[in-house]
């Protein structure tokens, strides 16, 4: 069964620095999407970025970025330059070409010191 | 375009109760998706459509129903409400035959069983 992990319950960044946050993926599927969501405060659940797994380029979204690594199934969300509103908790999931359902990590709560 | 639009926000209901939480979406999306997230467990799919009249069973589906019977609303049926379905309940919609594409989410519904 496909299973997403994020080992790191909680992470904290000091503002206008950069932070990983981690994920690993367990699935024999070759066709599969990774994508990171956002849930601040509001409970607004918030796309972040996407990784397409037959694309070897990591994708980018001004601030964020990603490290995705097929072989090792991991895929961890960067975020550059961080500022207070990047605090929220953040959600690896997963979705393959074969199955309607997306599954999620746990979530790691990202504090933002200012 | 309002999205995904759920109903009530909140809601407290006594143990044995039953309710329904309501959701719509205006995006034509073929697929959508009710999901409870508890603290530290992430986002678990309790049901899921993949259009009019079909639904299926997620990984906790226990205690609760659905139905589809229009491709807009997919609403969440919980009958003899127990303190175990305390949650923030989420529905979500994605476009058919487009396993990449993000969730879209409405805002969510805190329930509390007591």
């Known amino acids: 069964a496909q299973t997403v992990t994020q080992s790191q319950p909680e992470m904290s960044v000091q503002e206008a620095e950069t932070v990983t946050l981690s994920c690993t993926y367990d699935?024999?599927?070759?066709?599969?999407?990774l994508f990171w969501y956002k849930q601040p405060p509001s409970r607004q659940m918030i796309l972040v970025i996407r990784?397409?797994?037959?694309?070897?380029q990591n994708a980018t979204e001004n601030r964020f970025s990603v490290n995705f690594q097929k072989a090792a199934k991991s895929f961890s969300l960067k975020i550059s330059d961080s500022q207070l509103g990047d605090a929220a908790m953040y959600f690896c999931?997963?979705?393959?070409?074969?199955?309607?359902?997306?599954?999620f990590g746990t979530g790691t709560r990202l504090k933002v010191l200012a | 375009n309002a999205g995904v639009t759920q109903t009530p926000k909140f809601r407290i209901l006594k143990i044995g109760q039953s309710m329904t939480l309501q959701c719509t979406q205006d995006?034509?999306?073929?697929?959508m998706y009710w999901y409870r997230q508890d603290p530290g467990m992430g986002l678990k799919l309790i049901y899921y459509?993949?259009?009019?009249?079909?639904?299926d069973k997620g990984e906790v589906p226990n205690g609760y129903n659905v139905s589809r019977s229009t491709t807009e609303d997919f609403p969440l049926r919980l009958e003899l409400a127990a303190p175990s379905q305390t949650s923030v309940y989420f529905c979500?919609?994605?476009?058919?035959?487009?396993?990449?594409?993000?969730?879209?989410f409405g805002n969510g519904t805190r329930l509390t069983v007591t």
């Open positions: 979500a919609s994605s476009p058919q035959g487009a396993f990449n594409s993000p969730l879209h």
């Open positions: 699935t024999s599927e070759s066709d599969y999407y």
């Open positions: 990784q397409e797994a037959y694309k070897q």
């Open positions: 999931a997963y979705i393959s070409s074969g199955t309607y359902k997306y599954i």
């Open positions: 995006m034509n999306h073929n697929y």
């Open positions: 459509s993949v259009g009019a009249g079909i639904t």
